[in-house]
């Protein structure tokens, strides 16, 4: 009998009611009891607690305030958890999405440690960043570097893929303060100048 293959389900961009679906507290809406929001460090986990934070624009530098961000990154000791769990101390993964408005998306969590590359060269500190947004069919990809991580930003294998000096400081947030608390922000733009670096995973 012969093999009878199912239609391709046409693709479809990420809104514009993804807060509705996936970002209930930015919606306005009251949160699940178990939610994957924007809180991959509970006060006890250990290592150095960190504020992400940063804006979306699109090609003309507007705001997009309707993008939601999916973050994936190891602990202080550069290990992945394997599993999600909310009685974990700290979660690799998080997410989180833009406000309408200030158009401002935040992340509380630890800053990573070194990871190695299946070769077993240690790559600079960083957070894998997934980017859905309206009119994108298939989410973007990107990593966070940070500023005040210059040595091992130089050495990264993965960093150093990117030819010009001036691109890979799309990649790198910047070190702040807010609220007395130690903070990076990280803009992302899609188009334009200074168009964010995005990989082909």
């Not at 012969?2 to 807060?19: K, R």
């Not at 210059?150 to 807010?178: D, F, S």
């Amino acid at each position: 009998m012969p093999i009878q293959l199912l239609n391709e389900t046409p693709s479809q961009t990420a809104g514009p009611y993804v807060h509705i679906g996936l970002a209930l507290a930015v919606a306005g809406l009251p949160p699940r009891e178990q939610e994957l929001w924007n809180q991959m460090a509970k006060a006890d986990a250990p290592g150095q607690h960190i504020l992400l934070l940063g804006n979306v624009y699109d090609g003309n530098g507007h705001l997009v305030r309707d993008s939601f961000l999916e973050f994936w990154q190891a602990d202080h000791q550069g290990r992945y958890q394997p599993e999600y769990n909310q009685e974990n101390a700290f979660n690799s993964f998080g997410r989180t999405a833009t406000t309408f408005d200030a158009g401002e998306w935040t992340l509380n969590t630890i800053k990573p440690g070194v990871v190695t590359t299946s070769g077993g060269v240690p790559m600079a500190p960083h957070i894998n960043v997934s980017l859905f947004a309206r009119g994108i069919n298939i989410h973007l990809q990107t990593r966070l570097y940070f500023d005040d991580e210059a040595e091992a930003n130089g050495k990264c294998p993965i960093l150093n893929l990117i030819e010009q000096p001036a691109r890979r400081e799309t990649l790198i947030a910047k070190r702040c303060e807010v609220d007395g608390q130690l903070a990076y922000r990280f803009d992302i733009r899609i188009q334009g100048e200074g168009e964010t670096v995005f990989f082909d995973f």
